[in-house]
């Protein structure tokens, strides 16, 4: 599939909620993951990302010399954090929360009125099938674009939530303390995101009789900007690699989970980190989340930053945004391979 020739999505694959909704008490082979791909889970009890106050980072807090140097650490050597005090009214979050639990209780033909399109990422089903011999992931999705407008197709929208505006306050905060640490103008990251891309994904993993050896969602680095992702019921379920392990992360309550991705990485040349994670499933109870993903806009070029790429030489070509959105949709989740394939390899 060659992603310069169209927008290149996924195949078409049943619904796992329908497989998952026989019965069965083995996993078809297809879910089911070969032992080399499910690595080391890390038994580090002391080990956590870090939290960050986002109160503390307002610059006219006393404590934001300290928490915006927190925050300069968590995305350099952790490039996840969590993000506490973020504004968004807890009475608010649980209505989407409740939506979202609602909406994967549907009968499946009520949920297949939102089902993918060809050629679309945007609906209800799984994202990045590009051949029919890859395992799959044990989970379903239904991605909605918030904007920019013009991309935003209210077929797929069982409701439309209103987080996206408070999404994207958060958003700009965090951009402009990142262009604070990073020595540049607090409007180059903020001015990219203008007219950009949001979109938000609710997940479903189904419980998994063979968890030990399914996936909810393949392990991967975030093509995006920046993403956040709230946890929907009680079940844990992601895992970030540290040292060459699988890290369990505990979300803290009310927090959202804020990683770097790899648009920042590359804009940032690589002095923050988009990390390899994953989602697990649970032999006995479905794991429920919801990620918002945050890209810029069509005209910018993704490449780093020339006033990063004086202090040390670039580690990666520039590409234009619609190249490199083509490359991600034409790609299945493996890992932090999108961002070798414009890695300069002569540095």
Known sequence: MDPEKGWVCSLPVENVQAVASRGLEEVPPSYLQPASELGNVCKTASLAIPVIDMIQLGEDHPDHSDEIGKFHSACKEWGFLQLINHGIPEEFM??????????FKLPLEEKKKYGQLPNTIEGYGLAFVVSEDQKLDWGDMLFLFGQPASQRNLRFWPKNPACLRWLVWILLFLLRAMAKNLGLSPDVLVGMFEEGAQAIRPNYYPLCKQANEAMGLTPHSDATRLTLLSQVNDVDGLQIKKDGNWLPIKPVPGAF???VGDVIETMSNEEYKSIEHRAIVNPEKEHLSIAAFHCPNMQAAIGPLPDLAVKSSALYKT????HYVRLVLGSKLDGESLSDQFRLGDV
């Open 94 to 103: 649980h209505q989407v929360k409740i939506d979202t639990e609602e909406f």
């Open 257 to 259: 989970i804020v990683n």
């Open 319 to 322: 590409l234009n945004h619609e």
